[in-house]
Protein backbone atom coordinates (compact mmCIF):
# COMPACT_ATOMS: atom_id res chain seq x y z
CA UNK A 1 0.00 0.00 0.00
CA UNK A 2 1.25 3.48 -0.79
CA UNK A 3 0.69 6.19 1.08
CA UNK A 4 1.82 10.17 1.51
CA UNK A 5 4.33 8.83 3.52
CA UNK A 6 5.52 6.14 0.94
CA UNK A 7 4.84 2.65 0.82
CA UNK A 8 3.76 1.02 3.70
CA UNK A 9 3.60 -2.98 5.10
CA UNK A 10 -0.07 -3.02 6.05
CA UNK A 11 -2.98 -2.18 4.93
CA UNK A 12 -4.91 0.67 6.59
CA UNK A 13 -7.16 -0.90 9.35
CA UNK A 14 -10.47 1.13 8.15
CA UNK A 15 -9.49 0.83 4.50
CA UNK A 16 -13.11 -0.90 2.91
CA UNK A 17 -12.78 -4.34 1.34
CA UNK A 18 -12.69 -4.27 -2.46
CA UNK A 19 -16.03 -5.53 -4.24
CA UNK A 20 -16.15 -9.08 -4.42
CA UNK A 21 -16.33 -9.85 -8.54
CA UNK A 22 -19.44 -11.16 -9.76
CA UNK A 23 -19.78 -14.74 -9.87
CA UNK A 24 -20.55 -16.21 -12.95
CA UNK A 25 -22.03 -19.40 -12.63
CA UNK A 26 -20.37 -21.91 -14.26
CA UNK A 27 -21.62 -24.47 -16.71
CA UNK A 28 -21.54 -28.30 -14.87
CA UNK A 29 -18.45 -30.50 -15.65
CA UNK A 30 -19.98 -33.19 -17.49
CA UNK A 31 -17.44 -36.03 -17.68
CA UNK A 32 -16.02 -36.99 -21.03
CA UNK A 33 -18.08 -40.31 -22.88
CA UNK A 34 -16.69 -43.80 -22.49
CA UNK A 35 -14.82 -45.29 -25.54
CA UNK A 36 -16.32 -47.13 -28.44
CA UNK A 37 -14.94 -50.79 -26.82
CA UNK A 38 -16.47 -49.73 -23.57
CA UNK A 39 -20.28 -49.04 -25.36
CA UNK A 40 -19.51 -52.01 -27.61
CA UNK A 41 -18.96 -54.62 -24.75
CA UNK A 42 -21.52 -52.96 -22.49
CA UNK A 43 -23.97 -53.26 -24.56
CA UNK A 44 -23.09 -56.98 -25.50
CA UNK A 45 -23.69 -57.93 -22.58
CA UNK A 46 -26.79 -55.42 -21.74
CA UNK A 47 -28.29 -57.64 -25.04
CA UNK A 48 -26.94 -60.75 -23.87
CA UNK A 49 -29.21 -60.35 -20.98
CA UNK A 50 -32.08 -58.86 -22.00
CA UNK A 51 -32.21 -61.71 -24.82
CA UNK A 52 -31.45 -65.32 -22.44
CA UNK A 53 -33.20 -63.60 -19.02
CA UNK A 54 -36.37 -63.43 -21.50
CA UNK A 55 -36.27 -66.40 -22.90
CA UNK A 56 -35.60 -67.88 -19.54
CA UNK A 57 -38.94 -66.31 -18.32
CA UNK A 58 -40.94 -67.34 -21.44
CA UNK A 59 -39.57 -71.03 -20.90
CA UNK A 60 -40.73 -70.72 -17.44
CA UNK A 61 -43.74 -68.84 -18.06
CA UNK A 62 -45.53 -71.05 -20.70
CA UNK A 63 -45.38 -74.18 -18.76
CA UNK A 64 -46.92 -72.04 -15.90
CA UNK A 65 -50.07 -70.79 -18.17
CA UNK A 66 -50.56 -74.81 -19.58
CA UNK A 67 -48.92 -74.21 -23.00
CA UNK A 68 -47.33 -77.16 -24.60
CA UNK A 69 -44.12 -75.37 -25.62
CA UNK A 70 -42.70 -71.92 -25.35
CA UNK A 71 -44.87 -69.52 -27.85
CA UNK A 72 -42.55 -66.69 -29.77
CA UNK A 73 -44.84 -64.40 -28.60
CA UNK A 74 -44.70 -65.13 -25.23
CA UNK A 75 -40.91 -64.92 -25.46
CA UNK A 76 -40.78 -62.25 -27.49
CA UNK A 77 -43.08 -60.42 -24.51
CA UNK A 78 -40.23 -61.60 -22.22
CA UNK A 79 -37.18 -60.31 -24.30
CA UNK A 80 -39.02 -56.49 -24.60
CA UNK A 81 -40.36 -56.83 -21.18
CA UNK A 82 -37.41 -57.80 -19.45
CA UNK A 83 -35.28 -55.45 -21.94
CA UNK A 84 -37.43 -52.37 -20.83
CA UNK A 85 -37.06 -52.73 -17.55
CA UNK A 86 -33.17 -53.27 -17.72
CA UNK A 87 -32.29 -50.74 -20.30
CA UNK A 88 -35.25 -48.27 -18.22
CA UNK A 89 -35.14 -48.57 -14.93
CA UNK A 90 -31.85 -49.56 -14.18
CA UNK A 91 -30.07 -46.57 -15.78
CA UNK A 92 -33.27 -44.56 -14.14
CA UNK A 93 -33.11 -45.94 -10.36
CA UNK A 94 -29.45 -47.21 -10.13
CA UNK A 95 -27.44 -45.03 -13.19
CA UNK A 96 -26.23 -48.37 -14.94
CA UNK A 97 -27.13 -51.71 -16.35
CA UNK A 98 -25.48 -54.70 -15.80
CA UNK A 99 -22.91 -54.62 -18.89
CA UNK A 100 -22.39 -50.80 -17.72
CA UNK A 101 -21.69 -52.20 -13.90
CA UNK A 102 -19.41 -54.34 -15.43
CA UNK A 103 -17.20 -52.28 -17.49
CA UNK A 104 -17.58 -49.27 -14.53
CA UNK A 105 -19.77 -46.98 -17.09
CA UNK A 106 -22.69 -45.03 -15.98
CA UNK A 107 -25.54 -43.09 -17.43
CA UNK A 108 -25.83 -39.53 -16.74
CA UNK A 109 -27.66 -36.83 -18.44
CA UNK A 110 -25.82 -34.31 -20.55
CA UNK A 111 -26.64 -31.53 -19.35
CA UNK A 112 -25.93 -31.46 -15.71
CA UNK A 113 -24.84 -35.11 -15.13
CA UNK A 114 -27.61 -36.07 -13.11
CA UNK A 115 -28.87 -38.91 -12.79
CA UNK A 116 -31.20 -39.62 -15.97
CA UNK A 117 -35.03 -38.92 -16.09
CA UNK A 118 -37.59 -41.56 -16.91
CA UNK A 119 -38.73 -40.41 -20.37
CA UNK A 120 -35.10 -39.57 -21.42
CA UNK A 121 -34.31 -43.39 -20.86
CA UNK A 122 -37.68 -44.55 -22.13
CA UNK A 123 -36.50 -42.41 -25.51
CA UNK A 124 -32.99 -44.10 -25.03
CA UNK A 125 -34.00 -47.86 -24.31
CA UNK A 126 -36.39 -47.14 -27.80
CA UNK A 127 -34.22 -45.31 -29.69
CA UNK A 128 -31.70 -48.16 -29.38
CA UNK A 129 -34.36 -51.14 -30.64
CA UNK A 130 -34.90 -48.94 -33.57
CA UNK A 131 -31.31 -48.36 -34.60
CA UNK A 132 -29.89 -51.58 -34.95
CA UNK A 133 -32.90 -52.47 -37.50
CA UNK A 134 -32.56 -49.31 -39.18
CA UNK A 135 -28.98 -49.27 -40.08
CA UNK A 136 -29.20 -51.38 -43.57
CA UNK A 137 -31.63 -48.68 -44.64
CA UNK A 138 -29.66 -46.07 -43.55
CA UNK A 139 -26.66 -48.09 -45.52
CA UNK A 140 -28.38 -47.63 -48.51
CA UNK A 141 -29.47 -43.70 -48.67
CA UNK A 142 -25.14 -43.13 -47.47
CA UNK A 143 -25.58 -42.56 -44.07
CA UNK A 144 -23.61 -44.19 -41.64
CA UNK A 145 -26.00 -43.94 -38.80
CA UNK A 146 -23.95 -42.68 -35.49
CA UNK A 147 -25.55 -44.19 -32.14
CA UNK A 148 -23.66 -41.31 -30.08
CA UNK A 149 -25.87 -38.14 -31.79
CA UNK A 150 -29.17 -38.48 -30.46
CA UNK A 151 -31.50 -36.75 -28.87
CA UNK A 152 -32.20 -38.46 -26.02
CA UNK A 153 -29.77 -36.36 -23.51
CA UNK A 154 -27.63 -39.18 -22.45
CA UNK A 155 -24.06 -40.20 -22.03
CA UNK A 156 -22.20 -42.92 -21.02
CA UNK A 157 -19.40 -42.07 -19.36
CA UNK A 158 -16.71 -43.45 -16.87
CA UNK A 159 -17.71 -44.17 -12.94
CA UNK A 160 -14.45 -43.12 -11.60
CA UNK A 161 -15.39 -39.65 -13.46
CA UNK A 162 -18.22 -38.75 -11.27
CA UNK A 163 -16.23 -39.16 -7.94
CA UNK A 164 -14.22 -36.14 -8.54
Known amino acids: MIDSQGPQPYPH ?7 PQPHLPQPPAVPEAIGDFRRWFSATVDGTVALFGGLAIAVRLVP ?3 GPE ?5 VLAGVFGLSFLH ?7 FRTTIGKFLFFARVVRDADGGRPR ?10 GLTWIPM ?3 RSLFGDDGDPYEDACGLRYVRAKDLRR
Open 118 to 127: FWQAVRRWAY
Open 13 to 19: PYAHPPH
Open 135 to 137: QPL
Open 87 to 93: HVLGPWI
Open 70 to 74: PFWGT
Open 64 to 66: ALG
